[in-house]
Structure formats: structure tokens, C-alpha cells
T-cell receptor
Framework: AQKVTQAQTEISVVEKEDVTLDCVYE???????LFWYKQPPSGELVFLIR??????QNEISGRYSWNFQKSTSSFNFTITASQVVDSAVYFC????????????FGTGTSLTVIP | GAVVSQHPSRVICKSGTSVKIECRSL??????MFWYRQFPKKSLMLMAT?????????EQGVEKDKFLINHASLTLSTLTVTSAHPEDSSFYIC???????????FGSGTRLTVV
């Protein structure tokens, strides 16, 4: 079964604090892709990152970084020096090669950055 | 590149009427399009998968006669909510892919309100 779990429903941090959003996944596919999307109040999904199952290198993009740990089936997302504009709902998602390219979304983590 | 246009962004309709939502891939040919529904403060749930030229595959619990999906060309898929009721009010979002797992792009979503 394909499943994505985001245990943190809501997080509030004060501006400039670092925050980590957790994502744990389950899949039977050997080839799969993991994604993070940001959904601001306007509703659109903003693509942040895609990681394939064969690439466990961590990635950093500006204030964003991602930690992919296959051993624990986790794909955590860290925002350093958070800003008010980071306030949004963040979704982790899984797409497996054997499941018709369908996306499985986590339940999302609502992040509020307090000025 | 890889832009998906979804129209309308917002629609209000009366109970009993039908509403059509369009999803267009602007600069690529989408062999597969997905339709998702998102309830307030909830995750995105896959409603159906449509492949160009064939009937859509609906997820369990989704009424195919109520949510009509047409994918007549490689750049356009439509979702028609027939005989809409207030409980159909939701945020609907489409995504399109060329078939390769890296090709996922989401539309900006349609907020449907049935009064």
C-alpha cells in the first residue's frame, strides 16, 4: 500500500526560527518519487522538490533543505530562518512507478510563521 | 515550461445546475490527467485518472455519473459536476503528466461553491 504520513497537523514558529516538517512514507515500489508542495491560502500547489528513490543525497535550496532517509522511509523538510511568507500548508507526496503515476498526498502540515 | 491552466478559478452555482471545469496543458501533451478534490483543511484526494481518448478511471466512492470527466485531446481534460449540491462545494485541482514521473504539474485549482 502507498501511504504518506505527516504527523504534524499544525506548527507555529516565530520568524527567523528554523522548522522541520516531517514526512514518513510507505510503498512497495522499488522505484518511486517523493515530492514536497507548498499550498498558500490562494490554493494553488507550488512545486518545491522531487526526489527519486535512488537518490538519497540531501538537497539544499536557499533556506530550504530536505533530508531523505530511505532506512527510516522519511523525507523531512527544513526551513531555516523562517519568514512570514513561508506560512502555508505543506504537502508531502509519493508517486510510485507501479501505480500508474498516481500521487498519494499526506494530510499536510499547516505552518504559521509569527512575525 | 510545463504549465497547466485550470479554469475557472472560482465558480458559484445554484443547486441542481451543472458546472464544467477545464484543465489544459499549455506547452506539453498530457497523456494522463488527474482530478483531485480537497475539502477545507484536508488533503487532496484523487477522484479519477483520465487518459486521452479513453474512459476515466474513478476512485472508489466517486460517482462517475455525477463527476463526468472527458479527456478528448492531449491538452484538455474537463470535469463536469452534474446536478450540483452544496455538499459538492470544494476545491478541485487537476494535474497533468507526459507519462514520465518527473512531468507532474498542477493547475491552480477551482473553488466551487454551490448555493
Amino acid at each position: 500500500a502507498q501511504k504518506v504520513t505527516q504527523a504534524q497537523t499544525e506548527i507555529s514558529v516565530v520568524e527567523k526560527e528554523d522548522v522541520t516538517l516531517d514526512c514518513v512514507y510507505e510503498t512497495r515500489d522499488t522505484t518511486y518519487y517523493l515530492f514536497w508542495y507548498k499550498q498558500p491560502p490562494s490554493g494553488e500547489l507550488v512545486f518545491l522538490i522531487r526526489r527519486n528513490s535512488f537518490d538519497e543525497q540531501n538537497e539544499i535550496s536557499g533556506r530550504y533543505s530536505w533530508n531523505f532517509q530511505k532506512s527510516t522511509s522519511s523525507f523531512n523538510f527544513t526551513i531555516t530562518a523562517s519568514q512570514v511568507v513561508d506560512s502555508a500548508v505543506y504537502f508531502c507526496a509519493l508517486s510510485g512507478a507501479n501505480t500508474g503515476n498516481q500521487f498519494y498526498f499526506g494530510t499536510g502540515t499547516s505552518l504559521t510563521v509569527i512575525p | 515550461g510545463a504549465v497547466v491552466s485550470q479554469h475557472p478559478s472560482r465558480v458559484i452555482c445554484k443547486s441542481g445546475t451543472s458546472v464544467k471545469i477545464e484543465c489544459r496543458s499549455l506547452d506539453f501533451q498530457a497523456t494522463t490527467m488527474f482530478w483531485y478534490r480537497q475539502f477545507p483543511k484536508k488533503s487532496l484526494m484523487l477522484m479519477a485518472t483520465s487518459n486521452e481518448g479513453s474512459k476515466a478511471t474513478y476512485e472508489q466512492g466517486v460517482e462517475k455519473d455525477k463527476f463526468l470527466i472527458n479527456h478528448a485531446s492531449l491538452t484538455l481534460s474537463t470535469l463536469t459536476v452534474t446536478s450540483a449540491h452544496p455538499e459538492d462545494s470544494s476545491f478541485y485541482i487537476c494535474s497533468a503528466t507526459t507519462g514520465a514521473n518527473y512531468g507532474y504539474t498542477f493547475g491552480s485549482g477551482t473553488r466551487l461553491t454551490v448555493v
